[in-house]
């Protein structure tokens, strides 16, 4: 019989709504939403020639999914200045893109609702694919205006010298 991992503090799985972004070694302003961490590995086929009637399947090549950020628009300008690296419109010509400096690898960090940081993931290689600066504007819309860059990436992994924190417990008070 299989043996499964247990949580030994925790029950509950995590909330997705406690999180932040960092880069360069700060964390990034007003971040409201992360796109989701997925990669794909294609599936090779093949066959044994003395086996015509059957396939078998080997990994192949691994792909690792764009990552969106977004944020409420303010004066930060962080979103920008990155997108730029990658074109910068009247930079001039050849200086239209930074190619020393155009990467980043960024941590995305998960806390529990008490905020402690329980999860942690480096992506790595990171640069702007898209850069939307403003959303679609409406005089009649009661809505946040909302900042977005899709990073390409070349892959992540989990940052493995984040323990389980200790989780507080609230005693309540016998009458």
């Not at 019989?1 to 029950?11: E, I, T, W």
């Not at 005089?139 to 205006?145: F, K, L, Q």
């Not at 070349?154 to 417990?169: K, L």
């Amino acid at each position: 019989m299989a043996q499964f991992s247990v949580n030994a503090q925790r029950f509950d799985p995590y909330k997705n709504f406690k999180f932040r972004v960092k880069w360069d070694g700060r964390y990034v302003a007003g971040v409201s939403k992360v796109g989701m961490l997925k990669r794909t590995t294609e599936v090779v086929k093949h066959r044994e020639g003395g086996d015509p009637s059957s396939s078998r399947k080997s990994p192949g090549k691994t792909e690792y999914e764009p990552v969106t950020l977004e944020r409420g628009v303010t004066h930060d300008t962080e979103f920008e200045k990155w997108a730029d690296k990658v074109w910068n419109f009247g930079a001039g010509l050849g200086a239209e893109v930074s190619l020393k400096d155009f990467r980043r690898d960024i941590i995305i960090e998960l806390y529990n609702e008490a905020g402690q940081l329980v999860i942690a993931y480096k992506v790595y290689r990171c640069w702007v694919s898209e850069y939307q600066a403003l959303p679609d504007l409406d005089a009649s819309g009661n809505a946040v205006a909302i900042q977005t860059i899709k990073l390409e990436n070349e892959g992540w992994e989990r940052d493995t010298s984040v323990p389980e924190p200790t989780e507080p417990s609230f005693t309540v008070p016998s009458p």
